[in-house]
């Protein structure tokens, strides 16, 4: 059973960072492509970044040059890096592997 739980989530002030963590089991994670998504209220989920097994990324425009996404194969964990904060990233953000599963979410809120 596929499993992802997120974390690292919090409120931060305008121009702050966090880094976000999510551990997969129930995968052979190092095969698979993961992914980052938010959903604020009254949006749909979006997709914010992407890692390829092979290490690639992809980033929305709205966040290219502010967040990085980055792996860890042996702790079967996706992080995303998030710098220069702004309330437009205020969201819950999830982790996806591909596939229908996914995680309770983290809350970001970026407020003064």
């Known amino acids: 059973q596929v499993q992802l739980v997120e974390s690292g989530g919090g409120l931060v002030q305008p121009g702050g960072s966090l880094r976000l963590s999510c551990a997969a089991q129930?995968?052979?994670?190092?095969?698979?492509?993961m992914h980052w998504h938010r959903q604020s209220p009254g949006k749909q989920r979006e997709l914010v970044a992407t890692?390829?097994?092979?290490?690639?990324?992809y980033y929305a425009n709205s966040v290219k040059g502010r967040f990085t996404i980055s792996r860890d194969n042996a702790k079967n964990t996706v992080y995303l890096q998030m710098n220069s904060l702004q309330p437009d990233d205020t969201a819950v953000y999830y982790c996806?592997?591909?596939?229908?599963?996914w995680g309770q979410g983290t809350q970001v809120t970026v407020s003064s």
């Open positions: 996806n592997a591909g596939g229908p599963n």
């Open positions: 129930g995968i052979i994670f190092r095969a698979y492509t």
């Open positions: 890692i390829t097994y092979g290490g690639s990324t």
